[in-house]
Structures are given as C-alpha cells and as structure tokens.
C-alpha cells in the first residue's frame, strides 16, 4: 500500500471516529400521561448539568409534549441525545410499540422538534405504561412480546369536584362496589354515596377514553373489567353534563372537568394522584373502601388503587438507544444502573404522589389481582 493510499485511509478513520463521536441519538417516548410528570423530573435529572434545552421553554411536569436535548456524559460521551416525548395514554403506547392498527378515530400522537415545530414521525421507541400488557385488548400472546422494565408504582384516586353544593361536601369515600355501579351508568344520586334520602340531585362520572392505563386501573381494581365499556359524562359549552362516548384523552382533561366551578352538576373523576393533587390540592381525594391514599398505605397494602409502572421498549430497538434504559453500568437490576431507570427511581424516593418499588412491602400479579405481602 503506497503513502497516499495509507494517509486516505488513515484520515477516513479519522472522520469516521469523529462522525460517529458527534452522531445525535434521538429516543422517542410515548405512553402514561399519569406518570408525566414523574418522567419529567426523572429526564431533566438523568441530563443534569447537561441538559442545554427543553422545548416549549415553559414546559413543566404537567405537558403532555416535552423534547429535551444536550449531552448525558455518563452513557453517550459528548454525543448530543435528544429525547422527545409526547404521552397519550399507556394503551396507546403499547399499540404503537407492537405496530397494531389504531383504533377508530385514534391518531399517535406528534412529536416536538427542538425549535418547536411538529416532528412528522409517529413511531415510538419506548413507552411508559400503568398496565401490564397482558391487560390490555393487545396482549403478548396476540401481538409482540414487549421488554418490560417496571419502573415504580403509580398511583390513583377517585376525586370530586368542586362544584360548591352542601351534598357534595358530604361525598367522602367510594367503595368498589359503588364504584362497579357509577362506572355502569355513569351517574347516580348523591344520596347513593351521602346516605342521605334528601340528597335527590345526580353526580356523574368523568374519566378517560379506553386507550388510558389510568382507566385499566380503575376498572380492573373494582372488579368492572378492565377493557369493559364504561358509560362518561363531560361538560357541555352551557356546563352541563353531557354524555362522552369516547372518553378524555388525558388527566390533564378530566382535571379541567373537576376543577370547573361553573359546572351546572357535580363530578367524580379517575385521576393519577399526580393530576388528582391539582383539584383543591388533593383535598377532593376520596377514601377508596374507608382508606385514604397514602404512600405507606399503598407501601403496607392498605390501600389498592396502584399499579406497577412499565417501561416498555420496541422489539429490535437499537442497543444504542436501549442504553437509554439500562445505562452503562448494567447491574443484574437495572434500577441499580445510570440510566432512565434509575433516574426515575430516584425521582420516586422523594414524590408525594407514587412510590419506589424497593419501599413496597405488599405486590400483585396482575392488574387489579389480591394483593399479598412480599
């Protein structure tokens, strides 16, 4: 090989070096609106003194659309990353991993571009989940099989409004057979839940559409079904309570509903206890079968209403991409490691809305399943 040839090689393994040092990674996640804003926290921390940007600018732990980029030297060098996220609801996450049809007059959501603009792909890289897949009308023995890293333990509350009416004030607790008979009709007398023969005005039901883990949980731990129709109401533009055949597509809708003090009728609505935080600053939270939510009531099996936090992954996602998950130090449990899972277990040991998996002293098998002691 001649000297020309040697320093031609030379300098296209040199830029080859360099392209490959400077490449972007670009992740794209999508799923649980009720765990935003845990993810949320959980990106900006994994980026840290790395982190350059954050589109929109005013984004904050309840935007359904965030794209974070700059560097996060632990796993990617000086390599810039780029995640962009835009949740929707866990069932429509999963949908999009395995490549299944939308349903009817569903559409994945879009993603932001750093200068704000509307990134035209659709396809998810990974997805966040308050089910398990198996809950879901997609299920591994039907569709691909989805890696599942559980990620923590998200939590829900049935919640009032706050619509100002003396029976509502008395509207404390629901019980899961109270709460099998609202999700039928969608609405029943106040006095179903005050005891009261007096209290004749009605009280309906506001939740999320069929493609929400939030409304898995909910039906799966009363013993409804999980993936059973369940009937809704909204508001109309006079605030009266109009029926919803579809369902809101995230909390941040539902807690619109529950915060409208113009409404004509009062509401009771599924939330994560995220956005339930957000109604009269979690004062609207009603006891589920006499117990009130609490971390160490759902920490000491108390309290029910949970469900495992997934992180699902696209089958033959890139082991670059995958390191976004399980970081660069890959312990045999990757809650241990320097990525997102460990980013997001941290994040827990200090939210006052969902829990860390190593605190839990009860588990599940299953959606809605008994639960037993560890």
């Known amino acids: 090989m001649n000297s020309f040839s040697s320093k031609v090689l030379l300098l296209s393994a040199t830029l ?7 490449a972007q990674v670009t992740v794209y996640l999508t799923g649980s609106t009720a765990f ?9 921390a994994l980026y840290g003194a790395g982190l350059t ?25 000086t390599q810039t990353v780029t995640i962009k996220s835009a949740f929707s609801g866990s069932v429509e996450g999963i949908v999009n991993l395995v490549g299944a049809a939308n349903p009817p007059g569903v559409t994945q959501p879009n993603y932001l571009n750093v200068d704000g603009s509307t990134d035209s792909n659709t396809v998810a890289d990974l997805a966040l989940s308050d089910v398990f897949q198996d809950t879901t009308d997609y299920p591994s023995s039907v569709y691909p099989s989805l890696a599942d890293a559980q990620v923590g333990v998200v939590c829900f509350a049935w919640t009032k409004s706050v619509v100002a009416t003396p029976a509502l004030a008395n509207v404390s607790n629901i019980s899961h057979q109270q709460a099998q008979q609202l999700l039928a009709s ?3 007398p106040l006095s179903f839940f005050t005891g009261n023969a007096a209290d004749t005005g009605a009280i309906y039901l506001a939740g999320r559409n069929k493609l929400s883990g939030t409304r898995l949980t909910f039906q799966a731990d009363c013993g409804f079904g999980a993936n059973s129709d369940a009937t809704l109401f909204k508001l109309d533009a006079a605030k009266a309570p109009a029926l919803d055949t579809a369902g809101q597509s995230g909390g941040g809708n539902v807690t619109a509903i529950l915060n409208d003090a113009a409404a004509t009728a009062p509401f009771i609505g599924t939330l994560g206890t995220g956005d339930s935080s957000t109604v009269a600053g979690g004062a609207n939270r009603l006891t589920y079968n006499g117990v009130a939510f609490s971390k160490g009531a759902v920490q000491n099996g108390q309290y029910s209403l949970w469900g495992y936090q997934h992180l699902f992954a696209k089958p033959g996602l890139s082991a670059t991409k995958l390191t976004l998950i399980k970081g660069t130090t890959k312990p045999a449990d990757p809650v241990k490691s320097n990525g997102l899972v460990n980013a997001i277990d941290t994040a827990l040991s ?5 829990v860390q998996l190593s605190t839990m002293k009860v588990g599940r098998s299953s959606d809605g399943s008994p639960i037993f002691p560890n």
């Open 350 to 354: 200090t939210s006052a809305n969902n």
């Open 186 to 188: 969608g609405t029943v």
């Open 16 to 22: 080859g070096l360099a392209s490959a040092a400077h």
């Open 53 to 77: 940007s954050v589109t929109p600018a005013n984004a904050t732990t309840s935007s359904s659309k965030v794209t974070y980029t700059g560097t996060i030297a632990a796993l990617y060098g």
């Open 36 to 44: 935003r804003s845990q993810t949320f926290n959980s990106v900006k």
